[in-house]
């Protein structure tokens, strides 16, 4: 097999991968014009947060399952920031969400770290949290933080299931899907 034809088979395999993660999760969200995109199963649909309005973001996307079972979340910050302040800010969040530990006993870290995904910086945070001994349930969350045009782009998927793996590799898969280009 020649050069061309060992790239022609590459990007045959690409294109299938990326077909059955498609297929898998059912659909592709687009958002700030396209510049973001994930896939997330055909199941969930635009919902209604039922908070007080963020001061210093903007919610472009909000999907759920009708069971609440499963939760995608999408922030936009307000303000600019430097993209280099990123690992600032994942040591910020990291101090914030270890204070839920006095109000949540069952909050756990599994992850927070910069990552590199396709040449920029991300911050990659997962906890787990709940109420195991009365609910038997507990949350497992992801968010993935970047600065994009100057200001933080956060997707957060949620799911109240974690026991179960195929909740968690839910999660992950969704976040797995995540591209930005562009920003």
């Not at 903007?58 to 069971?67: F, H, K, M, V, W």
């Not at 970047?146 to 999660?171: F, S």
């Amino acid at each position: 097999m020649n050069n061309s034809d060992q790239r022609i088979a590459q990007c045959v395999f690409i294109l299938v991968g990326l077909t059955l993660a498609t297929s898998v999760l059912g659909k592709r969200v687009e958002l700030l014009q396209g510049d973001l995109s994930l896939d997330v199963p055909s199941e969930l649909s635009p919902g209604s947060q039922q908070s007080e309005a963020p001061h210093d973001y903007d919610i472009i996307g909000y999907l759920r399952s009708a069971d609440r079972r499963v939760s995608v979340k999408v922030t936009y910050g307000k303000h600019d920031l430097d993209p280099k302040n990123l690992s600032a800010f994942l040591q910020e969040k990291v101090v914030d969400y270890s204070r839920l530990q006095k109000k949540l006993p069952h909050f756990r870290w599994l992850n927070h770290s910069i990552v590199d995904r396709s040449g920029r910086e991300w911050a990659d945070i997962s906890f787990a949290h709940g109420h195991m001994n009365t609910t038997k349930t507990e949350a497992y969350a992801r968010c993935l933080s970047c600065i994009a045009h100057r200001h933080l782009l956060e997707i957060w998927v949620v799911t109240h299931r974690m026991p179960d793996p195929g909740e968690k590799a839910l999660v992950d898969r969704i976040i797995s899907s995540v591209r930005l280009r562009n920003a």
